[in-house]
């Protein structure tokens, strides 16, 4: 009954402001529309982040050996060795070398500049005490590609280094730190990569220890170098999980809507009647004295009492309470309150424009009852008994 009531409530307003209910349907439409195009036009959102990424990079290292000069019981002459470990001073006396170096990256062109020189150096706690030092090789390329190798070559006399760093201390005397031999390769790139400018240097050792009969060589073989650059790149955000959904429901369900509404109007029944108003008023009503009233029936013979005819079931409940009395509510929706010599009637059917109706009967039948039925109260109300009789009496 509420459901119903609240029903008629909003077709009452739909009708009173139709003009505005309609532009606000037309408008709820057309947004819809709106956001679904744009929600399925623009597509995802995207977001810039900025990321590190690699500009270019530089490989570079050294490839060493030592041919066979003297015979010896386990080499032959003229044997090559290679990237070995310990070479041998009398079968081995000269260390040949090569330091190759190459960049990859993006579009480009360096030039490359690269020395390799011998250096004798007395060092101790990072300080260098004394140095002195021999150009090896040297070499200058331009225009140089990604990828493309640039090397340099060398050699060195291993007996003859022992001979300078002996007459180097020879000459200072006891000096601090730890003598160490070493090639030193310098190597500069400058130019341009993936169209950004590049001046960059790096420097490369290979460590020689001679030690006695044989000599020991530590490099590096391929050691790498990474240059890098933070640049923004697009994220794709996070996508609404309806897209364009909850727009295009909004516009079918506000155009549904408007097309119910301009139909229920010109066929008149968008604004409920007064008698389906005043009949869900009286539902209410009934609900509300639900506690004093009873189903049944009265008996014919009480057709010749006075009747008292109430206006309201509110009015008829205040009397049935002041006489101690339930009120009778019959299946042709007529309510009874039978008192010695009365009976209050209310008819519902009159309220809401149907004729007058006859105890037990119908707003349209007026054949006798078929029977009466018993109902009890105790005389205290709501709760209790009562048996209703011909006389009325309890």
């Not at 010599?341 to 006859?358: I, T």
Request: proline share 5%; with cysteine; hydrophobic share 35%.
């Amino acid at each position: 009954m509420r459901r119903e009531l609240l029903a008629a409530r909003l077709r009452t307003v739909a009708d009173t402001w139709f003009v505005f209910v309609v532009a606000l349907l037309v408008a709820t439409s057309l947004l819809g529309g709106f956001l679904a195009y744009s929600a399925y036009a623009e597509g995802p959102e995207t977001d810039t982040e900025e990321r590190t990424v690699e500009a270019w990079s530089t490989t570079a290292g050294f490839d060493h050996g030592g041919e066979v000069q003297r015979e010896n019981a386990v080499f032959e002459v003229g044997e090559e060795l290679s990237n070995e470990p310990v070479y041998f001073t009398r079968a081995a006396p000269e260390l040949d070398g090569e330091f190759e170096h190459r960049y990859d990256g993006g579009e480009g062109a360096v030039d490359v500049e690269i020395t390799a020189e011998r250096v004798v150096r007395s060092v101790g706690d990072d300080v260098e005490h004394w140095a002195t030092s021999e150009p090896l090789d040297a070499v200058e390329r331009e225009g140089v590609e990604p990828g493309e190798p640039v090397a340099v070559e060398f050699t060195v006399d291993v007996p003859a280094l022992e001979n300078e760093t002996e007459r180097v201390e020879a000459s200072l005397g006891q000096t601090p730190g730890t003598v160490e031999t070493v090639v030193v390769v310098h190597v500069t790139l400058e130019g341009t990569i993936d169209g950004e400018p590049v001046t960059h240097g790096d420097r490369y050792e290979l460590a020689i220890d001679p030690d006695g009969d044989a000599y020991t060589v530590e490099a590096p073989i391929a050691e790498r170098h990474v240059e890098e650059r933070t640049e923004e790149v697009e994220a794709a955000a996070t996508a609404s999980v309806f897209g364009p959904a909850p727009g295009a429901a909004l516009a079918v369900v506000s155009v549904a809507a408007l097309s119910a509404l301009v139909h229920s109007r010109s066929r008149g029944n968008l604004a409920p009647a007064e008698a389906e108003l005043e009949r869900l008023r009286l539902d209410r009503e009934r609900d509300a004295f639900d506690d004093w009233i009873s189903t049944g029936a009265v008996p014919a013979d009480v057709d010749d009492r006075t009747r008292v005819e109430i206006d309201s079931l509110e009015d008829l409940v205040d009397v049935a309470i002041d006489h101690d009395r339930r009120v009778i509510e019959s299946q042709d929706g007529c309510y009874y309150v039978v008192e010695e010599g009365l009976l209050y009637v209310h008819e519902r059917e009159r309220a809401v424009g149907g004729g007058p109706v006859e105890p037990g009967g119908s707003p349209d039948d007026g054949d006798e009852p078929t029977g009466s039925e018993t109902v009890t109260d105790d005389g205290d109300g709501p709760t209790g008994g009562e048996t209703v009789s011909d006389d009325g009496e309890r």
